[in-house]
C-alpha cells in the first residue's frame, strides 16, 4: 500500500515536472524586429555627448563602460544598460541614439532616452543648467519619435530606394518593443542639487506620473499623417511597452552620501527610509498609471509594469546569491561610507582634503562586478543584468507571467 501510494506520488510529480518543462519549450522565441526607448541617463547610450560633445566628454571615456562589447560606450555605466541587456534578451543588439550622426546602426531601432530626460517638461534650459542637465525631456523624445515615424514613411512610401540605410519597417512599430524608464532624473537631481527637500520631492510624484501617462498615451495614439500633396496616411503606434518603476532612491550612494544626516533614519538594509517614501509613492502610482492606461487603450498587446524597486530589495536581502559584496558603495567614486564625494565624480581628476584623486582610470575599484552602484548615480552593470533577468524570466514583471517568451541569454557576459 506504502510502496503503491509512492509510485503514485512519483508518477504525478514525473508528469507534473514534464507539462511544466514542455509549457516552457512551447513559449515562442523573445524576438521583435525593433526595440525603443524613452528615459534619462539610466538609459541613453549617446544622446547627451552627440548633442553636448563637451559636456559629456567624459561618458565615453575611461572608466565608463569598461566592459562594454563596443567601448567606448557613451554610457554611465561599468558595462551595459538595463536596455542593453532587453535588446540582447528579445534577439536584437543594443539600439543606437537617434541623435548619433557618424556611422550609427538603426537596424535593430532607436533610442530616444537621454541624460537629463527628466519625465517633466523641461521649461527653462541655458549653458549654464548643470553637468547632468539637457533639454531632452520625454515630451521632446516623443517629439523625436512622431518625427522618426514621418521619416520612415518617407523613405518607404515617397522616396522608396533613395535610402540605403537599412531601417525598421514603419509597419513593424506595432510589433515592437517599447522601454520607458523615465522619472530618476526629475527626483535624483532635484535632491542632489538640493533644489528640493526630501518633503518637497514628495510633492512631485503625481506631476512626474502624469507625465510618464502623457508620453505613453502618446506612443500608443494612432495618429492620421496629412503629408503635402500625398494621402493621408495612418501611423502606426506602440502596442508592446515595458514601463519600469525606479530603484530606491535612499539606498543611492549619492544620496546615502548627501543626506546622511545626524537624525536620519535608515531602513534594515541600510537605506534612507525618507528618500524611499518617494520612490515607493511613485512607483505605486506609476503601476496604477499603467493600469488605467491598459483600461483606456484594450487594443494595446501588452503594457508591463517592471518592479526595478523589487529586483533592488531582492539583492539587498541576499547580496550573496548576486555576487554582490558592496551593495550601498559605488565603484567608481571615492570616499566616506558609500565612495561617495561630489567633488571628484567618476570619469575626474580633482583634489579630496589634500589628496588627489584621479578617477580616470581603468579599474576604479577592486571589483565592478560586485557592487550594484557605478558611480554612485547609476546602476552598475550586475545590477541591470539582474534586473532584465527577472523581467525576462516572469519575475518582478506584471501581469503575471510578463513576457511570456523564451530569452536568449548568449550575449549576456559578451564583450563580443
Ligand atoms: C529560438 O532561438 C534560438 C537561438 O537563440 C534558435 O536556436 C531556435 O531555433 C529558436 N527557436 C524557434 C522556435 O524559433
Ligand atoms: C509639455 O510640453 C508639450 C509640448 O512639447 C505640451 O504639449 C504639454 O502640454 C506640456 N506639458 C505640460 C504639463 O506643461
Ligand atoms: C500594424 O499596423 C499595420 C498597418 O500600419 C497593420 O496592417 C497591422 O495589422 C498592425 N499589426 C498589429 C499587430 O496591430
Ligand atoms: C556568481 O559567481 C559564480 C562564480 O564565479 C558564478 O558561477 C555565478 O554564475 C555568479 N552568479 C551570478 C548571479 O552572477
Ligand atoms: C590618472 O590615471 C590614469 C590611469 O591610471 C593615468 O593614465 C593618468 O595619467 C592619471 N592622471 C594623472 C593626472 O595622474
Same mark, same amino acid.
Given at each position: 500500500?506504502?510502496?503503491?501510494? =509512492?509510485?503514485?506520488?512519483?508518477?504525478?510529480c514525473i508528469l507534473h515536472c514534464v507539462r511544466l518543462s514542455a509549457a516552457q519549450d512551447l513559449l515562442p522565441n523573445c524576438s521583435y524586429p525593433a526595440v525603443y526607448a524613452f528615459g534619462d541617463g539610466l538609459t541613453d547610450v549617446g544622446n547627451a555627448i552627440a548633442a553636448f560633445p563637451e559636456k559629456f566628454a567624459h561618458a565615453e571615456l575611461d572608466p565608463n563602460g569598461i566592459e562594454f562589447p563596443m567601448h567606448p560606450a557613451?554610457?554611465?555605466?561599468? #558595462?551595459?544598460?538595463?536596455?542593453?541587456?532587453?535588446?540582447?534578451?528579445?534577439?536584437?543588439?543594443?539600439?543606437?541614439?537617434?541623435?548619433?550622426?557618424?556611422? *550609427?546602426?538603426?537596424? /535593430?531601432?532607436?533610442?530616444?532616452?537621454?541624460?537629463?530626460?527628466?519625465a517633466r517638461n523641461v521649461t527653462l534650459y541655458s549653458k549654464a543648467s548643470g553637468p547632468y542637465y539637457t533639454p531632452f525631456s520625454l515630451d521632446v523624445q516623443l517629439q523625436w519619435f512622431e518625427r522618426y515615424k514621418i521619416r520612415l514613411w518617407f523613405y518607404e512610401y515617397m522616396n522608396p530606394g533613395i535610402v540605403v540605410q537599412p531601417l525598421p519597417t514603419l509597419n513593424s512599430i506595432n510589433q515592437s518593443l517599447f522601454l520607458?524608464?523615465?522619472?530618476? @532624473?526629475?527626483?535624483? /537631481?532635484?535632491?542632489?542639487?538640493?533644489?528640493? &527637500?526630501?518633503?518637497?520631492?514628495?510633492?512631485?510624484?503625481?506631476?512626474?506620473?502624469?507625465?510618464?501617462?502623457?508620453?505613453?498615451? #502618446?506612443?500608443?495614439?494612432?495618429?492620421? /499623417?496629412?503629408?503635402?500633396?500625398?494621402?493621408?496616411?495612418?501611423?502606426?503606434?506602440?502596442?508592446?511597452?515595458?514601463?519600469?518603476?525606479?530603484? *530606491?532612491?535612499?539606498?543611492?550612494? %549619492?544620496?546615502? $552620501?548627501?543626506?546622511? &544626516?545626524?537624525?536620519?533614519?535608515?531602513?534594515?538594509?541600510?537605506?534612507?527610509?525618507?528618500?524611499?517614501? +518617494?520612490?515607493?509613492?511613485?512607483?505605486?502610482?506609476?503601476?496604477?498609471?499603467? +493600469?488605467?492606461?491598459?483600461?483606456?487603450?484594450?487594443?494595446?498587446?501588452?503594457?508591463?509594469?517592471?518592479?526595478?524597486?523589487?529586483? /533592488? $530589495?531582492?539583492?539587498?536581502?541576499?547580496?550573496?546569491?548576486?555576487?554582490?559584496?558592496?551593495?550601498?558603495?559605488? =565603484?567608481?567614486?571615492?570616499?566616506?561610507?558609500?565612495?561617495?564625494?561630489?567633488?571628484?565624480?567618476?570619469?575626474?581628476?580633482?583634489?579630496?582634503?589634500?589628496?588627489?584623486?584621479?578617477? &580616470?582610470?581603468? &579599474?576604479?575599484?577592486?571589483?565592478?562586478?560586485?557592487?550594484?552602484?557605478?558611480?554612485?548615480?547609476? $546602476?552598475?552593470?550586475?545590477?541591470?543584468?539582474?534586473?532584465? $533577468?527577472?523581467?525576462?524570466?516572469?519575475?518582478?514583471?506584471?501581469?503575471?507571467?510578463?513576457? @511570456?517568451?523564451?530569452?536568449?541569454?548568449?550575449?549576456?557576459? %559578451?564583450?563580443?
Amino acid at each position: 500500500m506504502k510502496t503503491s501510494l =509512492c509510485w503514485v506520488a512519483l508518477i504525478l510529480c514525473i508528469l507534473h515536472c514534464v507539462r511544466l518543462s514542455a509549457a516552457q519549450d512551447l513559449l515562442p522565441n523573445c524576438s521583435y524586429p525593433a526595440v525603443y526607448a524613452f528615459g534619462d541617463g539610466l538609459t541613453d547610450v549617446g544622446n547627451a555627448i552627440a548633442a553636448f560633445p563637451e559636456k559629456f566628454a567624459h561618458a565615453e571615456l575611461d572608466p565608463n563602460g569598461i566592459e562594454f562589447p563596443m567601448h567606448p560606450a557613451d554610457r554611465f555605466c561599468d #558595462g551595459k544598460l538595463l536596455v542593453d541587456f532587453l535588446a540582447f534578451g528579445v534577439r536584437r543588439r543594443p539600439i543606437y541614439p537617434v541623435l548619433r550622426g557618424t556611422s *550609427p546602426d538603426f537596424r /535593430y531601432g532607436t533610442n530616444f532616452a537621454a541624460v537629463g530626460g527628466s519625465a517633466r517638461n523641461v521649461t527653462l534650459y541655458s549653458k549654464a543648467s548643470g553637468p547632468y542637465y539637457t533639454p531632452f525631456s520625454l515630451d521632446v523624445q516623443l517629439q523625436w519619435f512622431e518625427r522618426y515615424k514621418i521619416r520612415l514613411w518617407f523613405y518607404e512610401y515617397m522616396n522608396p530606394g533613395i535610402v540605403v540605410q537599412p531601417l525598421p519597417t514603419l509597419n513593424s512599430i506595432n510589433q515592437s518593443l517599447f522601454l520607458v524608464y523615465a522619472g530618476y @532624473q526629475d527626483y535624483f /537631481y532635484s535632491l542632489y542639487d538640493k533644489t528640493l &527637500t526630501p518633503r518637497q520631492a514628495l510633492n512631485i510624484v503625481e506631476e512626474v506620473v502624469e507625465s510618464i501617462g502623457t508620453l505613453i498615451e #502618446g506612443m500608443l495614439k494612432v495618429s492620421v /499623417y496629412y503629408p503635402p500633396g500625398s494621402p493621408s496616411y495612418v501611423m502606426p503606434a506602440a502596442k508592446d511597452i515595458l514601463v519600469l518603476g525606479l530603484p *530606491p532612491l535612499g539606498c543611492i550612494p %549619492a544620496m546615502l $552620501t548627501i543626506y546622511q &544626516t545626524p537624525g536620519a533614519k535608515y531602513n534594515s538594509h541600510g537605506c534612507l527610509s525618507d528618500l524611499n517614501k +518617494i520612490t515607493t509613492k511613485h512607483n505605486r502610482l506609476l503601476g496604477e498609471k499603467v +493600469i488605467a492606461l491598459r483600461e483606456k487603450y484594450p487594443d494595446t498587446l501588452r503594457l508591463l509594469y517592471g518592479d526595478i524597486h523589487g529586483v /533592488y $530589495t531582492d539583492i539587498l536581502k541576499n547580496p550573496e546569491a548576486y555576487n554582490i559584496t558592496e551593495p550601498l558603495k559605488a =565603484c567608481c567614486g571615492v570616499g566616506g561610507s558609500y565612495s561617495f564625494n561630489k567633488d571628484v565624480t567618476c570619469g575626474h581628476l580633482g583634489t579630496v582634503g589634500n589628496e588627489m584623486v584621479n578617477l &580616470t582610470g581603468t &579599474t576604479p575599484c577592486f571589483n565592478h562586478k560586485a557592487h550594484l552602484s557605478w558611480d554612485g548615480v547609476h $546602476t552598475s552593470d550586475a545590477f541591470n543584468k539582474a534586473a532584465v $533577468t527577472a523581467f525576462l524570466t516572469g519575475k518582478h514583471i506584471y501581469p503575471e507571467g510578463g513576457f @511570456q517568451c523564451s530569452p536568449d541569454f548568449t550575449f549576456w557576459n %559578451a564583450r563580443m
